[in-house]
């Protein structure tokens, strides 16, 4: 089977979609990967088969705020890329998998008349008991009903998209479509890419969907002499050890809140470790014996594991990784999905949810680090947890039903 796949985004959106082209190719699949400049090295080390996209800037878009016209002309470009690029490279495959951020991918399988799924890494299929999954407020509210959100939801995603769809459409002989939200799980079969342990779904849900697991890219290269000083550090004594990291994320306060915690750290005898991800965090700190400033990437299997507790960004790759190893958790959302999965590891009770770094003083930031640390039940949850997402195969089952098509 001659397989496209096309994605977009942090780390966490594009390590599965290395790992799964990896496996598709080792089962005697030709493969094509579209993925973006700043992973081109993880794509050429891996021996892949790949395409670069002409129109992305991840880390520049994660690094700096847009403002709405700024995200409009960005969103427009994307869009024309991808008519422009995968038109003519899905004509040379049998089945396209992409993402669900890639707007233009059900009209352009819709044009070729190829199958289609479509992944996603939360429940990105309106619904009326699921609140959408961008949006800061994923608790039942009497007002703010998730039918009530999706519609917001989707009437923002018509604005941003339909018009420039339509042009496409219109200069590939296609009618217009009325409501990219209903078109997009309407004309493909989706895919939930996270675990069913830890993420929801709705079985009401009235399109073809199926969930199988996230896929943990374990076997990404590492710095041999990096994770040997980060073992000697870890093993060096008995102190129970937190590990922090925005990932692929940035925030104003980034700083003061490293600064906060190492501080609470050194008050009640824990080392750290910071993951510096891609806006170098922790790096203002100074050095200490019982700091370790992870700088270089060192898969989240060797590292979460030797870890008491972890404060993250609610990224999909990290609370995946964090939930597999067992670990209580701890998420500062900074926007997307992430106030989704803070909500769900509080649901689980694997942690106390969220955490806001502007709005938390430092008593209040203190006792939650104490109770995320040292509280039993956390960990007997976060335990239970990891149990279940070790025993999942989200590799196999995304190969699968590839192979068995859309």
């Known amino acids: 089977m001659k397989i496209l796949l096309v994605t977009r985004?942090?780390?966490?959106?594009?390590?599965?979609?290395?790992?799964?082209?990896?496996?598709?190719?080792?089962?005697?699949?030709?493969?094509?990967?579209?993925?973006?400049?700043a992973f081109e090295k993880y794509a050429r080390d891996a021996g892949l088969n790949y395409t670069i996209q002409g129109q992305d800037d991840i880390s520049g878009m994660m690094e700096n705020e847009l403002d709405t016209k700024e995200l409009l002309d960005w969103t427009h470009r994307v869009i024309d890329n991808q008519f422009r690029e995968l038109i003519p490279q899905l004509r040379e495959h049998d089945i396209l998998v992409a993402s669900n951020t890639e707007f233009a991918a059900p009209s352009i399988a819709e044009y070729l008349e190829k199958p289609y799924i479509r992944t996603a890494y939360g429940p990105f299929i309106p619904s009326r008991?699921?609140?959408?999954?961008?949006?800061?407020?994923?608790?039942p509210h009497?007002?703010?009903r998730p039918a009530l959100l999706w519609a917001l939801l989707n009437g923002?995603?018509?604005?941003?998209?339909?018009?420039?769809?339509n042009r496409h459409r219109a200069a590939l002989g296609m009618p217009p479509i009325r409501d990219q939200a209903k078109h997009a799980p309407e004309?493909?079969?989706?895919?939930?890419?996270?675990?069913?342990?830890?993420?929801?779904?709705?079985?009401?849900?009235?399109y073809k969907w199926a969930i199988g697991g996230y896929i943990f890219n374990d076997d990404?290269?590492?710095?041999?002499?990096?994770?040997?000083?980060?073992?000697?550090?870890?093993?060096?004594?008995?102190?129970?050890?937190v590990f922090f990291t925005l990932g692929s994320c940035n925030a104003n306060d980034h700083e003061r809140f490293a600064e906060k915690l190492f501080a609470v750290c050194r008050t009640h005898g824990y080392k750290l470790v910071i993951g510096s991800g891609w806006c170098k965090l922790g790096s203002i700190l100074p050095r200490h014996d019982d700091l370790f400033l992870l700088?270089?990437?060192?898969?989240?299997?060797?590292?979460?594991?030797?870890?008491?507790?972890?404060?993250?960004?609610?990224?999909?790759?990290?609370?995946h990784s964090a939930a597999r190893s067992g670990r209580p958790q701890m998420i500062q959302p900074l926007f997307l999905d992430q106030w989704y999965w803070a909500e769900q590891t509080r649901k689980l009770g694997v942690g106390p949810g969220k955490i806001d770094m502007k709005r938390c003083g430092y008593a209040q930031f203190e006792r939650k680090v104490?109770?995320?640390?040292?509280?039993?039940?956390?960990?007997?949850?976060?335990?239970?947890?990891?149990?279940k997402i070790r025993g999942e195969n989200g590799l196999e089952n995304a190969c699968k039903q590839i192979e068995a098509g859309a």
């Not at 959106?13 to 094509?32: G, N, Q």
């Not at 008991?129 to 608790?139: G, L, M, S, T």
């Not at 270089?296 to 594991?305: A, C, G, I, N, R």
């Open 187 to 206: 004309k493909s079969f989706n895919y939930l890419m996270y675990s069913p342990s830890l993420g929801s779904v709705d079985p009401e849900w009235p």
């Open 142 to 144: 009497p007002v703010l």
């Open 220 to 241: 990404m290269s590492y710095d041999e002499n990096i994770y040997r000083n980060f073992t000697d550090f870890m093993e060096k004594d008995g102190k129970k050890t």
């Open 295 to 319: 700088d270089s990437v060192l898969p989240h299997k060797l590292v979460f594991p030797r870890c008491s507790a972890i404060i993250h960004h609610g990224g999909i790759g990290t609370t």
């Open 9 to 37: 985004g942090s780390q966490g959106d594009i390590y599965p979609y290395l790992r799964l082209a990896k496996e598709l190719a080792a089962r005697s699949h030709a493969v094509t990967l579209n993925l973006p400049k």
């Open 129 to 139: 008991v699921i609140p959408p999954p961008v949006f800061p407020w994923p608790r």
């Open 156 to 165: 923002g995603l018509n604005l941003m998209v339909k018009k420039t769809l």
């Open 370 to 387: 104490l109770d995320l640390v040292n509280n039993e039940n956390y960990a007997r949850e976060a335990a239970a947890l990891g149990e």
